[in-house]
């Protein structure tokens, strides 16, 4: 039986609808004047947030001069599919903090990129398998008439158009299958292929290069394990190492990272290993800014001061 399956991450965040809404919601901010610079001045302040998800330098450069420049020549809202996902919680929380308490009449235009973030954070959760294709249907309605009374002028365009075939994707499968795993795999295999010259048994020179990455690959003694990054003995303390790094279940975390803690909002100190066990050194922030959904069940946390 054949199947078509339509990938939600290309829909709403591979230019797609995310970069669609931000592209027009600039142009009416910009109509009551609120403009491009204000927005790059504001997502340049000092925000802290998990460096797992990039860094300053990312997100400055998404609403960077060059990136203005395209925008004002009719190009879009240019950022990639992780730049967006970057981008949209700025963006909401400038809607929020600055432009909401403005008065300045765009109340539909920021209700729509808030239902925006309500799809964005429920596929998310359905690539877990946590939500049903009732929950996406709704939410997707809601913003596509959110969105419709917000831009009544906007003439629709085919990913607006497939994004609503997910809902019975999530019936069918059980989850929103992901497209971006595969394409990931493509980068290891386009760099096997550009080193092999000899195009006689190309397909099979570059399938052996793949295989012989990656089982050299799934051979690596600390590939899987839990692990602190260039670790060192805590003076004094037998059995104890610090670091400034560590890699726990395949993600590294560092100092200066932000997580939430039983709702609490901490900041990374310090990377600690105790007798094989990974801990995390962290003080409490006393006070702290309004923790946003990024949508894509990440959250961005806005740092003002720390204990």
């Not at 925008?71 to 950022?79: M, P």
């Not at 981008?87 to 403005?102: D, G, I, T, Y």
């Amino acid at each position: 039986m054949d199947v078509i399956t339509y990938d939600a991450m290309h829909c709403l965040l591979s230019g797609g609808i995310a970069q669609n809404e931000t592209d027009i919601l600039l142009s009416s901010l910009q109509e009551v004047g609120v403009t491009f610079e204000h927005l790059r001045e504001f997502v340049s302040a000092r925000w802290k947030f998990c460096g797992t998800l990039g860094d300053r330098t990312a997100i400055t450069g998404i609403f960077s001069t060059a990136r203005e420049k395209a925008w004002r020549e009719g190009s879009g809202f240019k950022a990639g599919a992780s730049e967006m996902l970057l981008a949209f919680p700025l963006v909401m929380h400038f809607l929020h903090v600055v432009v909401s308490n403005m008065g300045l009449g765009v109340g539909k235009q920021v209700e729509s990129y808030e239902k925006l973030g309500r799809v964005l954070a429920i596929v998310r959760l359905g690539k877990e398998g946590d939500v049903t294709g009732a929950e996406l249907r709704l939410a997707l309605r809601e913003h596509g008439d959110a969105f419709e009374k917000a831009y009544p002028e906007y003439t629709a365009k085919p990913k607006d158009h497939w994004v609503h075939h997910i809902p019975s994707h999530v019936e069918r499968d059980g989850l929103i299958l992901d497209a971006f795993v595969g394409e990931r795999k493509h980068q290891r295999i386009k760099a096997a292929a550009l080193a092999v010259k000899n195009t006689e048994s190309f397909e099979e020179s570059v399938l052996l290069r793949v295989v012989a990455q990656q089982l050299q690959t799934l051979c690596e003694a600390d590939k899987f394990r839990d692990r602190l990054r260039s670790p060192r003995p805590l003076e004094g303390v037998h059995g104890v190492s610090v670091s400034s790094s560590m890699v726990f279940r395949g993600t590294t975390l560092s100092v200066g990272d932000c997580m939430l803690v039983d709702g609490t909002l901490c900041f990374v100190e310090r990377c600690v290993e105790v007798d094989g066990v990974m801990f995390l050194a962290s003080p409490r922030c006393q006070k702290q800014a309004t923790v946003l959904s990024v949508g894509y069940g990440w959250s961005l946390i806005l740092r003002l001061a720390v204990s």
